[in-house]
DNA sequence: CGGCCTCTTGAACCTAATCAAGACCTGTGG
DNA sequence: CCACAGGTCTTGATTAGGTTCAAGAGGCCG
C-alpha cells in the first residue's frame, strides 16, 4: 500500500480528488485548489458494468468522463457490421471529444470502469479561462494520436502472431496507471474483443495465445489471467 | 483562374500570406494581421521535390511546415525494415509536432511540395501568447486523430479490394483543398508507397487497380493519372 | 444437472503474399 | 534516330497465413 501523496493544500481538495489519479498524471493537475473544489460541486462519480455501452457512435456528447478505474472500448463499425476497435482508454485519460457536439467513436466499458463525469458546459467554461486545461487536453490526444499510429503499423504490417504478443505487451504496460509494466494482470477484453482490435479472427487469436503458452512465454489462468515470466521474451515477440 | 478572396485588411497582409490557403482554413487564421505581419518575417517558402526526406523518425523537429502544396508521407518503420504509411498530409495542415522535442514519425515529401517553414521558436512563442492558435492546431489535431482512427477500420477490416477503393476516394477527396470531392487527379504516391499506406504488397495493389479499371469505376493513363466518372460507385466499393 | 456462454482445437478453403517474367516509360549515349 | 539500361508497373503461377466451418471442452448460473 502506497500513502496518499501529499502536496500543498492537500487538506483544502475535495475528498474524492485526494486520492485521484487525475490530479497527478491527468488534466485535473491543471487546476489550482480552488478551481478543482469549484468544478468538484458540479462532478459525479458513476460506475459501470463490463459491457456497457458508454456513448454511441454519432451520439450527442453530454458530458465528459475521466477514467478512474477500468478500461474503455472505442471503436468504429462498418454499415456491414464489421467491427474495428480504435483505441483502449485506461485511468487517468478523459474519455468524449472536446467542443464536438456527437461522438465519432462508440465508446464501451470493457471491464468494469469508475468514471468522474463533468458536464459538457461545465468542462468547456473551464477550459475557456484556463487555456492550461486545454494545453493538457492537447497533450493527452497527442498521445492518443501516436497510440493510434502505432497500432496502424500493428494492423497493417504484423503478422498474427506478433499482432497477440503486442497487444497483450499494450496491456501489461497500460492497466496498472501507477506502476508501468505489470507481469500478471487481467485480461480486460473478451477474445472477440482483442479480434476487433487486432484486425483477427477468434480463433486466430486463440490459437496465437495458446502458442504463447506452449512456448511457455505466458501463463494463463481461467482464459483471464495472465502471467509473464520474462516480460523482455514478449516484447522482442511485438515485431 | 479564381480572383484573390477579399477580406478586411487584406491589403495590410504579407503578399505571400494574401493567396495563401492556411490563412482560411489553416492555423494562420487565428492570427491579427500584425501577428500575421511579423510572423512573414520569420517564415521562408521553401520547396521539396518528390522524394525528399523533410523529416526523420526520432529526428529533431527544428522547425514547423505549413503545407502549401502538395502531399507529404507520415511513415514509421519496424527495425526488420517492414513500413506503414501512417497519415498523410494536404494543404493547409501543418507539418511538425507541437512543443515535441522529436518526431515520432518520419515525414517525406510523396509529390513535389512547397512549404511555409516557421521557426521551432517563433511558433511556440506565438502559440504562448494565443490560446487561439493552439486551439486550432488542437483541432487539426483531433481530426488527424478521427482519419488515424478511420484507417485503422480500413487496415482491420477491409479486403484488398477495398482498401484500393478508400485509398482512391481519400485523394479523391482531399488532393485539392479549395474544392472537396474531384473527378481527375494524378496519384501522389507510387504503388510501393500505397501498399504501404494499405498493408498490401505492391503486385496486390497493382491487380486491385486493374480490377477497378476494367470493372469500368475508374480510368488510368500513364499509371498516376485517374479520372472517376462516378464518385458514387467508387464509394459503394469502400466498404 | 442442464443450458448457455466463451474459448479451444481441427480440417478445408480462400485471400493475399511470394516468386517470377515480361511490359511500359524515361533518360542516356552512340 | 535507335539501342539499351534502369526504373515502375502489370500479370501469371504457386504458396502460405489466416478465415471459415465444425465440433467439442471448460466455466458459470439457474
Redesign the interface.
Known amino acids: 500500500m502506497q500513502p496518499v501523496r501529499n502536496d500543498i493544500h492537500n487538506s483544502d481538495l475535495p475528498i474524492l480528488c485526494q486520492s485521484c489519479e487525475s490530479r497527478h498524471q491527468g488534466i485535473c493537475g491543471a487546476l489550482s485548489p480552488e478551481q478543482l473544489t469549484q468544478l468538484a460541486r458540479q462532478t459525479r462519480r458513476v460506475h459501470h458494468a463490463a459491457g456497457e455501452e458508454l456513448l454511441g457512435d454519432a451520439m450527442p456528447i453530454t458530458g465528459y468522463g475521466n477514467v478512474l478505474r477500468g478500461v474503455i472500448k ?1 471503436s ?1 463499425v ?1 454499415e ?1 457490421g ?3 476497435v ?2 483502449l482508454q485506461f485511468a487517468p485519460d478523459l474519455l468524449g ?2 467542443f ?1 457536439k456527437e461522438s ?2 462508440a465508446a464501451e466499458a470493457a471491464s468494469d470502469v469508475d468514471l468522474c463525469m463533468v458536464p459538457k458546459a461545465a468542462m468547456e467554461n473551464l477550459v475557456r479561462e484556463n ?1 492550461a486545461l ?2 493538457r ?2 497533450l493527452q ?2 498521445r ?3 497510440e ?6 500493428t ?4 503478422t498474427a502472431a506478433e499482432k497477440v504478443a503486442s497487444f497483450l505487451y499494450l496491456i501489461a504496460s497500460h492497466i496498472d496507471p501507477a506502476q508501468g509494466e505489470v507481469t500478471t494482470f487481467d485480461l480486460p477484453l473478451s477474445r472477440a474483443d482483442i479480434g ?1 482490435f ?2 483477427l479472427t477468434i480463433e486466430t487469436v486463440s490459437r496465437q495465445v495458446s502458442k504463447l503458452k506452449a512456448d511457455g512465454v505466458i501463463e494463463i489462468e481461467n482464459y483471464r489471467h495472465v502471467s509473464v515470466p520474462d516480460i523482455a521474451r514478449l516484447r522482442v515477440r511485438c ?1
Open positions: 472505442l468504429k462498418l456491414d464489421r467491427q474495428q480504435v483505441g471529444r472536446l464536438a465519432r467513436v487555456p486545454e494545453h487536453i492537447m490526444t497527442l492518443e494520436l501516436d493510434a499510429r502505432d497500432w496502424m503499423v494492423l497493417g504490417r504484423k476487433d487486432l484486425g515485431g
